[in-house]
Structure formats: C-alpha cells, structure tokens
C-alpha cells in the first residue's frame, strides 16, 4: 500500500459549504476505491487564503490516479509532496477522509506548521526542515 502526504494553496478561500461538498464527494469516492486519509485546512485571515495539507492512502494503483486528479484540480495550487512511501498498515484505517477545519491557535504547539501562509514555511519546507509530516497528522487523527 502506498501513501502521500502534501500541502497545497487554495486558488480562492473554501467556504464552509464548499468544504462539506469537497468532503461529501471525497469519502463517497474513497470508500469505493478503498482509500483513507485525512485532510487539514486553514484559513489565514492575514492573507486571505486557505491552506491543505493530506494524507492519503491505498493501493498503489488507485492512489496514483487519485493523485493525478489532485495534482490537476484547479481548485488549488503549489502542490509540495511532504511525505510518500510504502506501509503494510493504514494509518487512518477508519476514516474514508479525516477533516479538521484548522484555526491558528490548533497548530500553535506545532513548529513550521503554525504559519503556513509565511515566507518561513516556504523556505523551511525547501531545506526540509519542517515536523515529520505524518506524524503531524497522526496527532490530529
């Protein structure tokens, strides 16, 4: 079984509804095709943007086309792998898609993760800096 994990910017702010419908489609689609995960957002007011980070899991060949239809979904943008591999086990083997809708004072604990809208998460995610990005979202599953 393979999984991936990434961040990514949205194009435009998710509104709560846009969220419930990006979520209602996902889990319908992951639990036919035997994927699990869990998906972060954040919304920074400062910048007036929204920010994902995922993890996604399953068979080898049906997570690659998963993500292909990530890395083409115009609905967001600066697609930066974190994390991607092999397990034998799920790490989310109950969720068909995780959610948590992620404000500032939630990642506050978190190095690197607390500003992702900043220029320093950037750059920390380029030299590889940044938290064992599973394990990141393990804490919040």
Same mark, same amino acid.
């Given at each position: 079984?393979?999984?991936?994990?990434?961040?990514?910017? $949205?194009?435009?702010?998710?509104?709560? %509804? $846009?969220?419930?419908?990006?979520?209602?489609?996902?889990?319908?689609?992951?639990?036919?095709?035997?994927?699990?995960?869990? %998906?972060?957002?954040?919304?920074?007011?400062?910048?007036?943007?929204?920010?994902?980070?995922? $993890?996604?899991?399953?068979?080898?060949?049906?997570?690659?086309?998963?993500?292909?239809?990530?890395?083409?979904?115009?609905?967001?943008? &600066?697609?930066? &792998?974190?994390?991607?591999?092999?397990? &034998?086990?799920?790490?989310?083997?109950?969720?068909?898609?995780?959610?948590?809708?992620?404000?500032?004072?939630?990642?506050?604990?978190?190095?690197?993760?607390?500003?992702?809208? &900043?220029?320093?998460?950037?750059?920390?995610?380029?030299?590889?800096?940044?938290?064992?990005?599973?394990?990141?979202?393990?804490?919040?599953?």
């Amino acid at each position: 079984m393979k999984y991936i994990v990434y961040v990514s910017q $949205a194009k435009a702010p998710f509104s709560k %509804l $846009a969220l419930k419908e990006l979520l209602e489609k996902s889990r319908a689609r992951n639990s036919n095709e035997g994927i699990t995960g869990l %998906l972060l957002y954040r919304y920074s007011d400062d910048f007036d943007k929204g920010y994902f980070i995922q $993890a996604i899991e399953g068979p080898d060949d049906v997570l690659n086309a998963l993500w292909d239809r990530i890395s083409e979904d115009r609905r967001h943008h &600066t697609i930066v &792998t974190l994390a991607e591999g092999k397990q &034998t086990d799920r790490m989310f083997p109950n969720w068909s898609m995780g959610f948590r809708n992620v404000e500032a004072k939630d990642l506050e604990a978190l190095p690197g993760f607390a500003e992702i809208e &900043t220029e320093s998460f950037w750059e920390n995610l380029k030299a590889n800096e940044m938290p064992e990005a599973v394990e990141l979202l393990r804490g919040f599953y």
